[in-house]
């Protein structure tokens, strides 16, 4: 069939849209091809020119700042400093021994330092730099950046590291931090990568630990040109990372400091909290360690001098001690009772000295006993024997039930390391722990803070709080992130009857103030500053009939380790609550003789703000008074600094 003469003109056309199509892609892949040429070959030419003379572009991470920690009216106390340190990377510097012993011509080396930093090169993959030195000196420094040229793959480097310029004052409550440990990144699901740069540093104990993802940020990253021998030739491009957030924390340096002063030679914890917001304004805990040795490297030496210091320097008393309360836990015993109902506020008991029960005698701490005592008498005098009594009415579920909202047998949520839960004991509690029966002996133990019950200085400064304020105040550190204000929960009232809170309060003022009060010596004689306190002695050993009827041992004759617990509690100002204090002094022996005292300085250095004023106390202590104060070893309120006796 002839094609007609339309259909080869259509024919043509089609053929020439095709020809024209093929044509236009082939001119676009020639243009695309020779844009990318001249890309490569002129845009990239520096960059191939630098690869083609074996020089390489390397991506290293540059770790973020860490944030600071500051006291409530922003005092530092855990900060950074510049350090000058000097760094290897094993897939620049080939010989690592070699380059190392160049290295160790220059700066002071030991052979020990040399050994450990060829075996963390060789452990770390051969691209990621290992710190040689951190803390040079500037001649040091400079004198390996003179020769870094024969140092392949050395780089000299300025960092920062953490230092704590208040020391001990705050090691227990910041903590410090350290380097990076495998137990560290295997208890990540997802570790940040920066935390595998090698010594790099996280938080080990305390806030440091606990606040660790606030306070580190995020790393940045730059781009840094090496030539063939390793030799940083030059950075081609820098993003910073994000700093860590700063923290200002409730502590008040300067209190903290004069407790720390104040508890001296003493293994020992005081704990002062706001009652109106439950700001911690102290938590001191003796004796403490320097902080920065453990940044730097703390050496076997240092490190056995603690673990072996029978005051256990190491451990935070404040937060993680739990000790028997004692007869500050007499209010818990007494509120239990009030609450239930089975004693009122008119109700009384005969003391003469001991309690029989199942035949066995259950001693007073006064042998000759106080006679016919009532509620706020039981307080002033310290009578165990009304304990004994009330608690036989009320039975160790009541109590326990009371001391749980008051604060104790629970693990208040801070941000420190190892809070105990302490232990408020019940018949459950004791089948499940001991697989024993409750016995009405373990209650009347219980009853005076003896036997099972355990307590932390934390724990006895929230109940005296909310004793003081009638509300569930509880306990907080932090204060601000990155200036932001936190919020304060309101706190819940009790629930307890008002007047039954009023009796505690009155007993508790009597204890210190009435002539015949156990903590009368260690009133305070201003009025804006009344003092309202229980003081409490904890047994650390069994005390037989025999010993009984021969004489018991003064504290002052026992080993110091078998001595009483001295514990004291208070608040002030009495008929306006502001600050309640806790203090526990590890075996020593009397709580209004040791304890008391120190709760007193304490408690008026919060409310002063400041050392505490003379004026507050009776004539005739402030003499000695006076002379105390001067010999504490306290810092400078601008400078933060010690004087130059004190300094260690």
Request: hydrophobic content about 40%; glycine content about 10%.
């Amino acid at each position: 069939m002839r094609r007609t003469q339309k259909d080869t003109e259509e024919s043509s056309r089609s053929i020439t849209r095709r020809g024209l199509l093929l044509t236009g892609a082939m001119g676009a892949m020639v243009a695309a091809l020779g844009i990318r040429m001249r890309y490569l070959q002129i845009d990239q030419a520096e960059e191939f020119r630098l690869l083609a003379e074996e020089n390489r572009v390397n991506v290293r991470l540059i770790p973020p700042t860490r944030g600071l920690i500051q006291d409530r009216n922003g005092k530092l106390i855990a900060g950074n400093e510049q350090n000058y340190r000097v760094v290897i990377t094993r897939e620049d510097a080939g010989d690592v021994a070699l380059v190392l012993n160049r290295l160790s011509g220059l700066i002071p080396m030991t052979a020990e330092e040399l050994q450990s930093t060829l075996d963390e090169s060789m452990r770390n993959s051969p691209f990621v730099p290992v710190i040689v030195k951190d803390r040079l000196s500037w001649q040091d420094f400079s004198k390996v950046g003179i020769n870094a040229p024969a140092l392949p793959g050395v780089v000299p480097e300025v960092g920062l590291s953490r230092i704590y310029p208040l020391g001990y004052d705050f090691a227990h409550i910041v903590g410090y931090v350290g380097a990076v440990s495998k137990k560290d990144l295997e208890e990540q699901v997802n570790p940040d990568p920066v935390l595998r740069l090698p010594k790099f540093q996280i938080g080990k104990i305390g806030s440091e630990r606990w606040m660790e993802e606030t306070l580190r940020g995020h790393a940045g990253t730059r781009r840094i040109e090496v030539n063939s021998v390793g030799r940083v030739m030059r950075e081609l491009e820098r993003k910073e990372g994000t700093p860590g957030s700063d923290i200002r924390l409730t502590m008040d340096a300067d209190l903290q400091n004069f407790a720390q002063a104040r508890l001296g030679e003493e293994s020992a914890a005081v704990v002062v909290m706001d009652v109106t917001n439950g700001d911690l304004l102290c938590c001191a805990s003796a004796p403490s360690f320097n902080p920065n040795l453990f940044v730097r490297g703390i050496s076997h030496t240092d490190y056995a001098m603690l673990t072996g210091n029978d005051h256990r320097p190491l451990a935070n008393k404040a937060v993680s001690g739990a000790y028997p309360p004692g007869s500050t836990f007499k209010m818990v015993t007494a509120l239990a009772a009030l609450e239930a109902g089975v004693i009122d506020m008119g109700y009384t008991v005969h003391c003469p000295g001991y309690l029989e029960f199942g035949g066995r005698r259950f001693h007073c701490h006064s042998r000759g006993g106080h006679g016919r005592v009532g509620l706020t008498k039981s307080l002033e005098k310290s009578c165990d024997v009304f304990y004994y009594d009330i608690a036989q009415k009320v039975g160790i579920d009541k109590m326990a039930e009371m001391g749980r909202r008051l604060g104790l047998g629970i693990r208040h949520d801070l941000e420190m390391s190892a809070i105990t839960e302490g232990i408020m004991p019940d018949r459950a509690w004791k089948q499940a722990r001991h697989a024993q029966d409750w016995r009405i002996g373990d209650t009347i133990n219980a009853s005076i803070g003896q036997g099972y019950v355990l307590a932390s200085p934390l724990q006895l400064a929230v109940m005296t709080a909310r004793i003081a304020s009638g509300k569930a105040v509880r306990p907080r550190l932090v204060r601000m992130i990155d200036g932001k204000e936190l919020p304060v929960p309101e706190a819940e009232p009790l629930g307890l009857e008002p007047r039954h809170l009023q009796g505690m309060r009155q007993g508790m003022w009597d204890v210190v103030n009435a002539p015949g009060g156990t903590a009368r010596s260690n009133r305070i004689v201003d009025p804006t500053m009344v003092l309202a306190g229980k003081t409490g002695t904890s047994q650390v050993r069994n005390i037989t009939a025999a010993e009984r009827a021969s004489g018991v041992i003064s504290n002052s004759q026992l080993p110091w380790n078998r001595r009483d617990h001295a514990l004291y509690v208070g608040y002030a100002p009495y008929d306006n609550p502001r600050y309640a204090i806790s203090v526990v002094v590890e075996h020593g022996s009397g709580g209004s003789t040791t304890a008391a005292p120190i709760a007193r300085d304490v408690i008026l250095a919060a409310l002063g703000g400041g050392r505490p004023p003379l004026a507050a106390y009776p004539q005739d202590q402030r003499g000695r008074i006076s002379t105390m104060l001067e010999e504490l070893p306290l810092r400078d309120p601008e400078t933060g600094m010690l004087s130059d006796s004190d300094r260690v």
